[in-house]
């Protein structure tokens, strides 16, 4: 398993929420998406690992930030303010230089998924 997801798990609207993603390599893009029941999966956000620069959802821009600590091999994603609409599996990905970041079939590598409710 090169990817391993942890934190996740049930908050209330308006409060915040920490993923964390261990990564066993490099990647030059790593990402978290999520996929709510009967939705497509969505890219969250995204980081590339060189020059360090971010992307986000629209809807999540402002009140989340994704982050790698690349000495520990780490991604998390911090998110504030949290919406019911936010509920949905996360999932981390990984892979190679992403020319659309938030698109995932840049991404080869996924890890399992964390599961997010908001109420």
């Known amino acids: 398993v090169q990817l391993v997801e942890s934190g996740g798990g049930a908050a209330q609207a308006g409060g915040s929420m920490r993923l964390s993603c261990a990564a066993v390599?490099?990647?030059?893009?790593m990402g978290w998406f999520r996929q709510a029941p009967g939705m497509e999966r969505e890219g969250v956000a995204a980081?590339?690992?060189?020059?360090?620069?971010?992307y986000y959802l629209n809807s999540v821009e402002g009140r989340s930030t994704i982050s790698k600590d690349t000495a520990r091999n780490t991604l998390t994603l911090q998110m504030d303010d949290l919406k019911p609409e936010d509920s949905a599996m996360y999932y981390c990905?990984?892979?190679?230089?992403?020319?659309?970041?938030?698109?995932?079939?840049?991404?080869?590598?996924w890890g399992h998924g964390t599961q997010v409710t908001v109420s």
């Open positions: 990905a990984a892979g190679g230089r992403a020319l659309s970041p938030l698109d995932g079939q840049w991404y080869r590598m």
């Open positions: 390599a490099h990647f030059d893009s």
């Open positions: 980081i590339d690992t060189g020059d360090g620069s971010t």
